[in-house]
């Protein structure tokens, strides 16, 4: 039912290494969201977007930087990976529909990273 | 702020028996949605059931339903019929209403479901 994707399934660097991690939803949703997930542990939100050129830092502190310049696309990047940084990172995109609503996320399937 | 509790942090279910998680919440907003999300062990996240605030009737999605206490702040979630496949980690979020601008979702701790055979 959703279409948004992300890429790499799954990453192993070493420390050091700078990353980009893809997200894209054909969609058209102006909300993109990136979280990050520890195993077991809830989500925290670590930046978010309400639209091309709108990026916002989340409620967890990052060191990762995003990108908004097309609609579709809202990658999320990594200048220095180090090994406390390895978590899973999930994207997530939210459908506004006038003012009732179908109010809800769609997820991407996740980054899984680890940093040596 | 809106924070989400989560009182469960693990369960256990027999096949084929009832469940229910319990998530309640913290708001002054009068308009906004409820959810619960299931993670299985892929990872990826799903949308099980979601509440809008402003009705009244539980929602239902086949096995799943839910009791929405608005006065108590109450957002449980019943599974009925459980199948091996529930295992996951379920998650309980809100989510303010339509303001315009960026509508944070606000998550539990989650709750680890195990539906044992």
């Known amino acids: 039912e959703a279409d948004i994707y992300q890429t790499p399934r799954y990453l192993v660097i070493g420390t050091g290494k700078k990353i980009t991690l893809e997200c894209s939803q054909t969609m058209g949703h102006d909300k993109m969201y990136w979280y990050q997930q520890d195993p077991g542990m809830e989500l925290h939100l670590i930046h978010y977007s309400y639209g091309v050129n709108s990026t916002e830092k989340g409620d967890l502190s990052s060191e990762s930087t995003v990108s908004r310049i097309r609609t579709e696309h809202f990658p999320l990047t990594l200048e220095s990976a180090r090994p406390s940084h390895t978590s899973q990172y999930l994207c997530?995109?939210?459908?506004?529909?006038?003012?009732?609503?179908?109010?809800?996320?769609?997820f991407g399937s996740g980054t899984q990273l680890s940093v040596l | 702020a809106q924070t989400v509790t989560q009182s469960q942090p693990e369960m256990s279910v027999q096949e084929a028996e009832t469940v229910t998680l319990s998530c309640t919440y913290d708001t002054s907003e009068s308009n906004y949605y409820l959810f619960w999300y299931k993670q299985p062990p892929s990872r990826q996240m799903i949308l099980v059931i979601r509440?809008?605030?402003?009705?009244?009737q539980n929602a239902t999605e086949n096995r799943f339903s839910v009791n929405f206490q608005k006065a108590a702040k109450s957002f449980s979630l019943k599974i009925s019929d459980s199948q091996l496949g529930d295992t996951a980690m379920y998650f309980c979020a809100f989510m303010k209403g339509l303001s315009g601008g960026y509508q944070k979702v606000t998550f539990g701790t989650g709750t680890k479901l195990q539906v044992i055979p």
């Open positions: 509440q809008e605030a402003y009705k009244q």
């Open positions: 997530a995109s939210h459908r506004v529909e006038g003012v009732t609503t179908n109010e809800k996320l769609f």
